[in-house]
């Protein structure tokens, strides 16, 4: 049973930087991903992280969120740098054993996650 739980969200000044981490994968070979939620709203990818590290990002992250793993550790990292209002959500991990490369960009395809961080940036 993979249980996930995120780490390091919070508040924040427009501008700064978080790392957020999640932690409790038992194989760190699937793909693995992260995604962000606004209230009402569905939960939209962030980016994602094939088994060989092959990492693939939502158009509108225009550079400021890196996506990586420790494969030592078995934890998924999400560095967001110059974050601004906007940014702010509940931003969750995920993974599924069915995926480890081509990771698909849709929630509906993920079956394990995480309880979710808030991220509140304010300005």
């Known amino acids: 049973q993979v249980q996930l739980e995120e780490l390091g969200g919070g508040s924040v000044q427009a501008g700064e930087s978080l790392r957020l981490g999640c932690v409790g994968f038992?194989?760190?070979?699937?793909?693995m991903a992260w995604f962000r939620q606004f209230p009402g709203k569905e939960r939209e990818a962030v980016a994602t992280?094939?088994?060989?590290?092959?990492?693939n990002y939502a158009r509108f992250i225009r550079g400021r969120m890196t996506i990586s793993k420790d494969t030592a550790k078995n934890v998924l990292f999400l560095q967001i740098t110059a974050l601004k209002p906007e940014d702010t959500a509940m931003y969750y991990c995920a993974t599924d054993p069915q995926w480890s490369t081509a990771c698909p960009m849709i929630h509906e395809e993920y079956e394990f996650w995480g309880q979710g961080t808030q991220v509140t940036v304010s300005s």
């Open positions: 992280i094939e088994r060989d590290g092959t990492t």
């Open positions: 038992g194989y760190i070979d699937y793909c």
